[in-house]
Structure formats: structure tokens, C-alpha cells
């Protein structure tokens, strides 16, 4: 799947190259040495996002101009490069202009970190970028929506600033965000639905414990979208802002019925976390017909020891698995190959 990765000034990483087997990688290290940024580079070689910032250009080394990944992923040789604020994307060599062409291209990656206890316990942004990342890997035409109706949102919301906005205008970007937002609204109910069953065969599979999760969308608007803009017009003039679509969607998530958020044990919450990424992988396989790459970021260290087992034996044979650790005294049996990080460099051990 990922047979090589490049960096060149991306993140601590002034330059590298590592050869990546094809099963099972484990990356081990102390805090601060790079290795998450190997599984971000990763993410952006393959989805030209990053988990851990919304901002590209963050992911440049210090003082820097710029940064380059590339590498060979599904026997492709694919090249990302950002200069004076672009993206250059090449696959096999030749350019690529858009980025839907690119990702269309492609593989299929799930992340998996400490930071998805969030997805149950913290605001409706984490799990909307949840949604949005595994939408866009399942349905092509969902980051084109999605695109398309942030740029209408931004535009609309600086008309609402003004005291006496253009109506025309306005209601030009309200028929976008009606056009654009219902699609989004209706790819992620279809999404949520679709998640349900592999997401509760997870959380039995990691927990053992028979637990009942339960997922429900909650659309601002959804289905009625033009209606519901029009009953709060008076209200979004007041408030100068737009109050309803997707951007302020959500999803619940239950255990036997009750709010996992408010009622859930921190190991049910860690466990419906992990649930919700394995039911993703489970789904983007199904749904792809491709195995996902794993990238697991130092989540063994939080767990549990039949919980790690049980995530072990759950991860599909048949997908790569990069995971990164500070430790290996969770590590069972056999090791896999070991990759050594310190001090902005990777050694095969």
C-alpha cells in the first residue's frame, strides 16, 4: 500500500526517505520526535490533509519556504509540494490540476489517535470533520460540495455583516447553500446510517463488554433547507450570521440508549472512539472494494490490556497498520519491523 514516503522540510524533518513494509510498521520514540508528523505526511500524500491542523502551511518546517512529500502508495508514485502558498500534486510523474482528480486517484487512510476521545465527549466540529473526512473518501462528489458550499457560506456571512445587506446577493448564496448543503446534509445521513452496524460490531469487539451503542444524525435544516432559511431570515439579519445547514450538523452517540458523552465510563468513551474508526475502515472497505491504511498514533498507551488485545485481533490482516508508540511493553508475540525516531531521524532496527 505505502511502499515509500520522502519528506523534505515537513515538520522537524529536513529530509528523508524510508522504505515502509507492507503489513504491520511500528515507529517507537520518545514525545517530540517526529513520529506523528511520518503518519501526518502520510495522510497528506494520501488525502493532502492533515488530522492535526487545518492549516496547511503549518506543516512546513520552521523558517522554511515551503515542504515535499512523495512516495509510492498503491504502485503509484504520488508528489505533493506546497510553494508560495500552492499545492503542486503529481502522480506518475505528471501533473495533476485539481485536487478531486488527485484524491480520485488514490487511496483510503483512517486515522486513529488519542485526540478521537473528542469524537464522544467534545464539541459537534470534531465530529463533523469526522464526517466530512469519511464522506469524501466514499463519495467523490461530497468534497465537491463541500467546497463549494463553505465558499458560498464565507461570502453570505460577510453580506450579513452589513447593517443593510444586498438581499440579492444574499439570496443568491442562500440558493447555493440550499443546492450545495442539501447534498452534503443527505451524503451524511446516508453515511451515519451506514455507520451503525460496523460501529457496534466494534465496540462489542474491542469491549467485550455487550455494551449498545447507537448513532443518529442531526441535520440544522435537514430536508427543508429552503424553508428553514426563510423562517429564520429576520433572525440572521439580527444576528448578522448564518444560524442553519450543515455547518452546524451533529451526531449522537448512545451507549444502551443513554448519551455516551454524559453517562459513558472513560474506558466506554476510549472504546466507542475506537469503535467509530474501526466501523469507518470496515465501511470504506466495503463500500471501495480497498483495503484502508491504518495510521495509529501512540493509542496502546491509554488502553487497557484486553482492550489492546481485542484492537489488535480487530484490525483487518489484509490492511497496513503504521503505528507509532513510545513504548513496546503493550507489544505481544512477535514484533513487528521496528523503526526507531530521535532527533529527527528514522532508523530500521
Known sequence: MIQSLRLVDFRCFEALTLNIPHKTAVFVGENAQGKTSLLEAVCVL?????PRTHRI???????????GVAGE????????????GELALQVEGKPVESQGDYLLSGGLVVWMGNEDLELVRGPGEVRRRFLDFAASQIAPDYRRHLVRYKRALKSRNILLKDRQPDEEQVLAYTKLLVEHGGEIQRLRQELVGDLALPVAQAQEGVSGAGDQCGLSYEGSGYGRLEE??????????????????????????????RSAADFGSEGQQRTMALALKLGQGRLLEH??????VYLIDDVFGELDTSRRNALMDYLPET?????????????????PPLFRVAERAVIAE
Do not use: H
Not at 494520501?46 to 492533515?50: A, E, K
Not at 463500500?287 to 484502508?292: D, E, G, V, W, Y
Open 46 to 50: 494520501v488525502r493532502l490533509q492533515s
Open 287 to 292: 463500500k471501495r472494494n480497498s483495503a484502508p
Open 319 to 335: 490492511s497496513q497498520k503504521l503505528i507509532t508508540t513510545t513504548s513496546l511493553s503493550w507489544m505481544d508475540g512477535e514484533a
Open 57 to 67: 502551511g503549518q506543516l512546513q518546517r520552521f523558517q522554511s519556504e515551503g515542504f
Open 228 to 257: 428553514a432559511f426563510e423562517e429564520v431570515a429576520a433572525k440572521e439579519r439580527m444576528q448578522r450570521r448564518t444560524l442553519i445547514g450543515p455547518q452546524r450538523d451533529d451526531f449522537i452517540l448512545t451507549l444502551d440508549g
Open 73 to 84: 502508495c498503491w504502485e503509484q508514485s504520488r508528489r505533493v509540494q506546497r510553494r508560495g
